[in-house]
């Protein structure tokens, strides 16, 4: 059974510019949550998406967004990128709504901005 | 006082010891609790879940929960090489004010096993 992918596993961009990160999630998981992982902060919840909602978000800016579409794949887009954005962007998912039952992760993307 | 908090490590123990790994959390409405292992450059994968006081053991890992005290640790039994890594703490709460879930993870306690 294949497990969560992500794509582009890295990516260099520049201040300013936006990225969109894709993720497909294991087949029957409908539940998507995407992290941001820096080794200063660990792993920070960026938001959560269920059937096509978006069930929660974490405390980021609005320049940080999301979609998931009806095959319950998901988008992440960062707009007006910032050096800070360098990071670790991973995605999870699982069977449940409330990521009661443990979340499977993807391999991540490396974002660098400069 | 963060909602999640992990001593961030190095904890170093002998191959073959028992490695104790801990874990508080500040939210008494969380309900499920989780440890995830991350290896240096890899995502983190889950190892383990608890829902309830007490003991629950899977192969060298066990873990344990005390919700009187908010603390849930993890046990590795005969510790080896390759159980070094990150071990990363999740709490799924649910703050019955806002009735909206919270999926928090600790920043993690990094393990070293020395052979």
């Known amino acids: 059974k294949a497990g969560v992918t992500q794509t582009p596993r890295y990516l260099i961009k520049t201040r300013g510019q936006q990225v969109t990160l894709s993720c497909s999630p294991i087949?029957?998981?409908?539940?998507v949550s995407w992290y941001q992982q820096t080794p200063g902060q660990g792993l920070q919840f960026l938001f959560e998406y269920f059937s096509e909602t978006q069930r929660n978000k974490g405390n980021f800016p609005g320049r940080f967004s999301g979609r998931q579409f009806s095959n319950s794949r998901s988008e992440m887009n960062v707009s007006t990128l910032e050096l800070g954005d360098s990071a670790l962007y991973l995605c999870?998912?699982?069977?449940?709504?409330?990521?009661?039952?443990?979340?499977?992760f993807g391999s991540g993307t490396r974002l660098t901005v400069v | 006082q963060k909602e999640v908090e992990q001593n961030s490590g190095p904890l170093s123990v002998p191959e073959g010891a028992i490695a104790s790994l801990n874990c508080t959390y500040s939210?008494?409405?969380?309900?499920?609790f989780f440890w995830y292992r991350q290896y240096s450059g890899k995502s983190p994968e889950l190892i383990m879940s608890i829902y309830s006081n007490g003991d629950k053991e899977d192969g060298r890992f066990t873990a344990q929960l005390n919700k009187a005290s908010q603390y849930v640790s993890l046990l590795i039994r005969d510790s080896q090489p390759s159980d070094s890594a990150t071990y990363l703490c999740a709490v799924n709460m649910v703050p019955p004010t806002s009735g909206t879930y919270k999926y928090i993870f600790g920043t993690g306690t990094r393990l070293k096993v020395l052979a």
């Open positions: 939210d008494r409405g969380s309900q499920s």
């Open positions: 999870a998912s699982s069977l449940a709504s409330t990521g009661m039952d443990g979340y499977t």
């Open positions: 087949s029957g998981h409908r539940s």
